[in-house]
């Protein structure tokens, strides 16, 4: 099958938010291409090791390039594809409302299947995180030392692979909070990584949801391929509508999506933890974290820890 690729030039800020209105207009694939995630990794030797010598050439860019993907029957002629332009313009033009987001010059072009899903792989190298989180594609083989924590990732055609502030530091905290057998909900689980990353550092029931059925399938694919299926189950669904998620009372519960979700989750999500259970939210832009903040006080949680990353916030909250 045939795809129209959609270019967007933007910047760092809007990645999140873009990528978020992409999927809602039904893009069947999203690819990221920003210099800084690189700057951003531990400069080792060994990382550097890793990195693609083309990719080095282009750090000094600050612009970045976000392609997203819709198949020839989404998008069926050039009056059909003319009037999905005007929508991403519409959408950048209210994501600029409050985030910066560059040029937004908007290029298309058509490529086949084969070429899209799998030129992504040579961006995602292995990475180190938090304490001992190393996280490897499934396709390479690194060196680990004995007290990695190890997850073997293929995001595939859904998001979380990691390297992203909003993700990293969601990690961070899990590794953080997580250590004796603890009942974890991931909202919003994207690939999975949340999740895995609970299992890993030692939690005993890890449920994960998540609305999109593509981030479904490649979830379910990575918790197998890290050998944590007895622990992590994965549903298509939000927390209205999965039956499991009716009488549950999580330690821990995470979600990496934006701040208008996470203002409307906050109450439901407090629902569902024990008394003292724990909130870990990200995906924030730090425009928002204020207004977050308030909704998240405002529901009952005491904030335990706001870290900023980048352009990002994330907070540590106690029911």
């Known amino acids: 099958m045939n795809y129209h690729q959609i270019t967007v030039h933007t910047v760092t800020e809007a990645v999140e938010a873009i990528s978020y209105a992409f999927m809602e207009l039904g893009a069947g694939g999203v690819e990221i291409f920003d210099p800084k995630d690189i700057l951003e990794q531990e400069k080792t030797p060994e990382s550097w090791d890793y990195i693609d010598e083309d990719l080095l050439k282009d750090l000094s860019r600050d612009e970045v390039l976000m392609r997203c993907y819709f198949s020839t029957e989404v998008i069926k002629d050039p009056t059909a594809l003319e009037e999905m332009v005007l929508k991403i313009r519409e959408a950048l033009h209210g994501i600029s409302e409050f985030l910066p987001v560059g040029s937004g010059q908007i290029e298309t072009s058509m490529t086949a299947e084969e070429d899209w899903m799998n030129a992504w ?23 680990t030392k004995p007290d990695d924590i190890v997850l073997h990732m293929d995001p595939g055609m859904a998001f979380g692979t990691g390297t992203h502030e909003t993700t990293s530091m969601c990690m961070a905290m899990l590794e953080d909070v997580v250590h004796s057998g603890e009942t974890v909900l991931d909202i919003g ?45 994965v549903y298509k669904g939000d927390l209205t509508d999965i039956p499991v998620f009716q ?9 990496n999506i934006i ?33 977050v903040k308030q909704a998240l006080t405002g529901t009952g949680y005491e904030i335990l820890k706001q870290e900023n990353k980048g352009s990002w916030t994330a907070f540590l909250t106690k029911a």
């Open 259 to 291: 701040a208008d979700v996470i203002i409307y989750l906050a109450p439901k999500a407090k629902g569902l933890l024990k008394d003292g259970g724990l909130f870990i939210t990200s995906g924030i832009i730090r425009e928002r974290a204020e207004d």
């Open 121 to 143: 792989k040579k961006y995602y190298q292995p990475f180190r995180l938090g304490h001992h989180i190393y996280v490897i594609p499934s396709w390479i083989e690194a060196e």
């Open 189 to 233: 689980c994207g690939s999975g990584i949340l999740g895995i990353v609970a299992a890993k550092v030692g939690a005993g029931k890890v449920i994960c949801s998540d609305l999109d059925p593509n981030a479904v399938l490649v979830a379910k694919e990575n918790v197998e391929k890290n050998q944590v299926e007895e622990i992590v189950s």
């Open 247 to 255: 009488d549950l009372q999580a330690d821990v519960i995470v979600a």
